[in-house]
């Protein structure tokens, strides 16, 4: 158990760093907004920090702790990301103006797209995502650098970014979690498939 705490914990802080970087991208938007993402994933692999599209690509499915360890993840990530969600909707005074410029065609498209449109979209990211991660471990930045800003001017959804999106709408609009479950589920399910494509293709 407290291993699974230990995890939570560092996957909170994996987070926090995405929620951020989620912040930067809603203030700035456009491809400027797309690159300052980086920040959080640059963050997340330099403290070889727990983020769900980092892990879903290299955890054992046949193993069910590993299963346990993939839901605390996510997990960590959803509470750390939702904080600072909740911290840019109070804290910020000029960030309604800039809200409805920015989450809200995210959350348009999130909510009126069919789930397994979505779904197949997140795969799209979870492919990105794990070469993204598995070479920034290699000190390899540029796909760091460039993968973020491709899933995010594509519009693809991230599981863990969708979250700060989606926390910003529930704590300055009012929205209902409930609206967002479905496509959430679609790319945390979607991610999973994508991540580990590369793997199944016996990419190194």
Request: proline share 0%; hydrophobic share 50%; net charge neutral.
């Given at each position: 158990m407290k291993e699974r705490f230990n995890l939570a914990r560092q996957a909170t802080c994996a987070g926090i760093l995405i929620g951020f970087a989620?912040?930067?991208?809603?203030m700035v938007g456009g491809i400027v907004g797309a690159f300052l993402f980086c920040f959080g994933l640059f963050g997340v692999l330099y403290g070889s920090m727990p983020l769900y599209t980092g892990y879903a690509g290299s955890y054992d499915w046949r193993d069910k702790s590993d299963w346990g360890r993939l839901f605390f993840i996510l997990a960590g990530n959803w509470v750390g990301v939702t904080a600072i969600a909740l911290l840019a909707s109070i804290a910020n005074a000029?960030?309604?103006a800039k809200y409805s410029e920015v989450v809200?065609?995210?959350?348009?498209?999130?909510?009126?797209?069919?789930?397994?449109?979505?779904?197949v979209r997140?795969?799209?990211?979870?492919?990105?995502?794990?070469?993204?991660?598995?070479?920034?471990?290699?000190s390899k930045w540029m796909t760091v650098v460039l993968g973020v800003p491709v899933f995010i001017v594509c519009g693809l959804p991230h599981c863990v970014a969708d979250i700060y999106y989606y926390g910003i709408d529930w704590f300055t609009?009012?929205?209902?979690?409930?609206n967002y479950l479905v496509p959430w589920a679609s790319a945390i399910a979607g991610n999973l498939v994508g991540c580990n494509i590369p793997r199944l293709l016996a990419v190194k």
């Open positions: 989620g912040f930067a991208y809603t000029e960030f309604v809200s065609k995210i959350i348009a498209d999130r909510t009126t797209t069919a789930w397994w449109i979505l779904f997140a795969i799209g990211t979870g492919f990105i995502m794990e070469i993204a991660v598995r070479y920034g471990r290699q609009a009012d929205g209902s979690y409930l």
